[in-house]
């Protein structure tokens, strides 16, 4: 999405690729037999996949979701990997293994709708497949752990096997050869764009000509048949979410916090909770939180009472003026019992860290620390080597006791190996250290 001003998203050790400058933006319109010729690359892996992009269908067949081809690459004795959508305004992506064997994960129906943009971006792990609409994680298939087979010819709007052509408009499409997370996809709406492990990036912003840019590769795509290029983009969203995050609370419950970069035309958000990782299943638990509406950098939160000791997701839900709505979200809260039980062991009352559970862990790590003021408390993971990997930060408005949950994953997101790691708080003038093991 082109966009007039940097958007910035304060999620740990983004790696910027591109700021989008203002100009005349384009998309690229594919109607049937238009397709583009992917430049050939080789692919930093095979094991983790995300493909994404802005579409606006002008037609839809109902022969199935597969019936539109976004992008494809194939590979030998294999459907390859691809984006599609079709048949009752349902998108999906398709993940392929050796033998023809595919697994697929799609939006519920209705999600893509003919003469409207949609951002549909689909993701695969090893063994489970997620796919998120407008930034919303809307479905995800568990599977057995394989390594899809990629390495043919690579097309947007064509699928080599079957045809298969996209009529509409494209833009923003983005390939990575690992899965981005619910807040790197956010990002990705909002204009950001991660460097690491991106195998092609297509703005489709050339306006004319005969070709288009890859901007990861610096190789020009050819353009095929019926195509044209048009001054049509993607809605700029109404609100620039910069942070979505949820913590326990010393007295058992949880507070959600979000940041906005800028605001306009919002009535305000609810908080919406389930045990459940479906949107279908949460209730709303908070009232109408109004917005600001101010093209500045605007901090909200709101502490859940209500909540029981459980795992629980919690989504944000935006509301504008004119009545529609979107959905950010989930984050995870794990709530035990509160701390201060009396049926709990007394847990000694002294500064800094206090317990690391369980450790050894895979992969989530539960950390209890206490703090005697109003502070923001940064958690720094390091590795064996001494490297810092990871930085966990929470505010916490009031002194007590507080936890916070590493997931074995580093800045940018990918899973750490089996060994000693360190965790360093620092509050304020305290500061302490605590030795954990990630056993997998």
Not at 119 to 132: E, K, Q, W
Not at 323 to 340: A, H, T
Not at 341 to 369: C, M, T, V, W
């Amino acid at each position: 999405m082109k966009l007039s001003k940097l958007c910035l998203v304060s999620v740990l050790s983004f790696l910027v690729l591109v700021s989008l400058e203002a100009q005349t933006s384009y998309a690229i319109s594919l109607v049937p037999n238009g397709y583009v010729d992917v430049a050939e690359t080789v692919w930093q892996s095979n094991t983790k996949l995300t493909i994404a992009a802005w579409i606006h269908p002008l037609f839809l067949s109902s022969d199935g979701v597969h019936a539109h081809t976004i992008f494809v690459r194939v590979g030998p004795s294999s459907h390859g990997v691809g984006l599609r959508c079709g048949g009752d305004g349902m998108a999906d992506l398709f993940v392929g293994g050796s033998d023809w064997s595919v697994y697929g994960v799609s939006s519920p129906a209705n999600a893509v709708q003919v003469g409207s943009w949609t951002h549909v971006a689909g993701t695969f792990d090893g063994s489970t497949l997620r796919f998120y609409v407008n930034g919303l994680l809307v479905n995800s298939v568990s599977v057995s752990p394989f390594t899809y087979l990629a390495t043919g010819n690579a097309g947007i709007g064509r699928d080599y096997n079957y045809g298969r052509y996209y009529n509409g408009y494209i833009d923003d499409l983005v390939v990575y050869s690992r899965d981005l997370d619910s807040n790197e996809i956010h990002g990705l709406l909002m204009g950001t764009i991660p460097a690491e492990n991106l195998e092609h990036y297509f703005r489709f912003n050339e306006g004319s000509g005969p070709a288009t840019l890859d901007q990861k590769s610096g190789l020009s795509s050819i353009l095929n048949g019926n195509y044209s290029w048009v001054e049509s983009e993607p809605p700029t969203l109404p609100v620039e979410l910069s942070s979505f995050t949820g913590f326990t609370t010393s007295d058992g419950k949880a507070t959600l916090t979000w940041i906005t970069q800028s605001e306009s035309n919002l009535s305000g958000y609810y908080l919406l909770r389930s045990q459940e990782s479906e949107l279908e299943s949460a209730m709303i638990v908070s009232p109408l939180i109004e917005a600001y509406n101010l093209p500045t950098e605007q901090r909200y939160s709101f502490k859940d009472n209500e909540v029981e000791p459980g795992i629980w997701h919690y989504w944000l839900e935006v509301n504008e003026l004119d009545g529609s709505n979107r959905f950010f979200g989930p984050v995870l809260v794990e709530i035990g019992s509160p701390l201060d039980d009396s049926n709990n062991p007394e847990i000694p009352q002294k500064h800094g860290l206090i317990s690391i559970s369980p450790n050894p862990f895979n992969p989530n790590a539960r950390i209890i620390y206490n703090i005697r003021k109003a502070r923001t408390v940064e958690l720094q993971i390091y590795n064996h080597r001494g490297q810092l990997i990871q930085i966990l930060k929470h505010h916490h408005s009031e002194p007590g006791q507080y936890q916070a949950f590493w997931d074995g994953k580093d800045a940018g997101g990918n899973d750490q190996g089996s060994g000693l790691y360190l965790c360093r708080l620092i509050a304020g003038e305290d500061s302490s250290v605590m030795k954990m093991v990630l056993m997998k």
